[in-house]
């Protein structure tokens, strides 16, 4: 996990290991369900249980009383979906239906599960002996313990299976999941210290959990934010209550079949932050049945392509010193096929447009289209910052990130911190350092030198090249310099060695 700051994470690769061995020939889509169910089954457990132990020893406390659990946050797990009663039934050929009633138990007993936990652990499908050694074998780590929950261990567990899963199922599984190094680039630019953040496509939640992480490492309150989110896919849903839930991270996460666009959950709300990874290039996204749609205050997004519908509902639900950071496609950047072009000018235009991150390829697990971050602000003037007003940043990463694996690349926290910084310096934060461009790297643009590009916004065009090497030779010249001396020593080579054998 490669410059993640995750620390040691060895275990939870063997614990990966073993418990895809036992996925036989079950889905990865599927299995995921029936792997994350039972690691937040084992979590809730340990830490009723650590309570239950201290109760035990308080003459006056009855450790079977629910509101004692209700008082201290903590979820109250009944006897028979208690961990321990699980573990020894591991083994009966009646498992699986001992799981689902545990969930059933769960949920009625505390209502802010309800609907949230997988209940199909009986289906014939489902191997049962391998249903037991999985029991067995998440049985074998401690999750919910005092110790464990300051290391926020369940979280790095979930999360670190949430990118496997999604490495395994490929492009469809990646949905759900925003790379770790993106969600933290994001969070880290639009520093959501309090006030309502908001993902109407929130995946498994990540970009909630990173907010919340974000606001204890600077030593905030928490209690200061609001979480609003919605979700069109159920499973997926159930994925970030219950990542939410393990953190104990109280949110407003919506789920309908019909989605964002054609049924929003909170209509009336003004964000003050809006944090988002929606899919990229979306065809079906309804687009016939909204063609007069309040929000359209830009342009009338093409059917074909949701990618400037998501903008516009971005920029609809921001408060009037809103901010939002989301993921999009390259080609939103340049696209001018069926009349993007048009309300990316008018957006640009209303000079909303705040910033624009390009980046690296490989950062995803469910698609090789390249992407870059949009950040829009409503108030450019905004007192909390300089006045940005006709002016726009441009910052180009494609060269940054290191290869994880054979596939995947990532930031690393130390260029999640280059970007970051670089963004808080222009737009005049308190305490940040002096903006100055950067060759290659950064650069501010004003409007007209947008327009003078056809309000195009793909930093390449802004940032120019790379200031060359200290011997005054560009990098990539030098590359074609040694390249071609290189090929010349190996014809020379190949032509000593066929005059040596000439003459044997």
């Not at 946050?73 to 689902?100: C, E, H, M």
């Not at 949905?175 to 969070?187: A, D, E, G, H, M």
């Not at 990130?401 to 054979?406: C, P, S, T």
């Not at 002096?434 to 501010?444: L, M, P, R, S, T």
Request: proline fraction near 3%; include cysteine.
């Amino acid at each position: 996990m490669a410059g993640n700051g995750n620390g040691d994470l060895s275990f939870a690769t063997k614990l990966w290991k073993a418990a895809d061995k036992m996925r036989n020939n079950m889905d990865a889509a599927e299995y995921k369900h029936v792997v994350l169910g039972l690691i937040f089954l084992k979590y809730i457990s340990d830490v009723f249980t650590e309570v239950f132990d201290e109760l035990k020893k308080d003459k006056l406390a009855d450790p079977e009383n629910i509101d004692e659990y209700r008082s201290r946050t903590v979820f109250w797990v009944p006897l028979d979906a208690r961990w321990s009663y699980l573990q020894k039934n591991a083994k009966q050929p009646t498992i699986g239906k001992i799981i689902d009633d545990a969930m059933d138990a769960i949920e009625r007993d505390n209502p802010s599960l309800k609907g949230v936990l997988a209940k199909n652990y009986a289906r014939p499908a489902l191997d049962k002996q391998r249903l037991g050694e999985l029991i067995d074998l998440i049985g074998t780590i401690g999750l919910g313990d005092k110790e464990n929950r300051s290391k926020d261990l369940l979280g790095r567990v979930y999360e670190y299976f949430l990118g496997q899963f999604a490495d395994a199922e490929g492009k469809k599984g990646g949905q759900f999941y925003t790379p770790r190094s993106i969600v933290n680039l994001l969070v880290q630019m639009l520093e959501p210290y309090q006030g309502r953040v908001f993902d109407p496509c929130c995946g498994s939640g990540g970009m909630f959990v990173q907010s919340e992480k974000f606001i204890e490492n600077h030593g905030g309150n928490v209690g200061d934010l609001s979480i609003y989110g919605q979700e069109s896919n159920q499973t997926t849903w159930r994925l970030a209550k219950m990542n939410l839930a393990i953190r104990g991270i109280d949110a407003n996460i919506a789920w309908n079949n019909e989605g964002s666009f054609l049924k929003d959950a909170h209509k009336d709300l003004k964000a003050d932050f809006v944090i988002a990874n929606p899919p990229f290039n979306d065809s079906d996204w309804k687009g016939e049945l909204l063609r007069n749609d309040v929000r359209w205050q830009h342009g009338t997004p093409p059917v074909g392509n949701a990618n400037f519908a998501w903008v516009q509902h971005f920029i609809y639900h921001l408060a009037p010193a809103g901010v939002a950071g989301f993921v999009l496609a390259n080609g939103s950047m340049s696209s001018n096929t069926s009349g993007e072009g048009d309300i990316r000018k008018a957006i640009i235009e209303a000079d909303l447009v705040d910033c624009m991150v390009v980046l690296p390829s490989q950062l995803f697990y469910n698609t090789m289209i390249p992407a870059c971050l949009w950040f829009i602000a409503r108030d450019k003037k905004n007192h909390k910052f300089r006045n940005r007003q006709g002016k726009v940043l441009f910052i180009d990463a494609r060269n940054l990130g290191e290869m994880i694996d054979r596939r995947h690349r990532e930031l690393t926290d130390g260029e999640i911190g280059r970007i970051a910084k670089t963004y808080h310096a222009w737009r005049g934060e308190k305490g940040a350092s002096k903006y100055e461009d950067v060759k290659g790297f950064c650069n501010e643009a004003t409007l007209e030198d947008i327009r003078k590009h056809g309000h195009i916004l793909t930093p390449g065009r802004y940032v120019g090249a790379e200031e060359v090497a200290e011997d005054g030779e560009a990098f990539e010249e030098k590359m074609k310099r040694l390249t071609g001396e290189l090929a010349g020593q190996f014809k020379k080579s190949h032509e000593l060695e066929a005059a040596i054998k000439k003459n044997r």
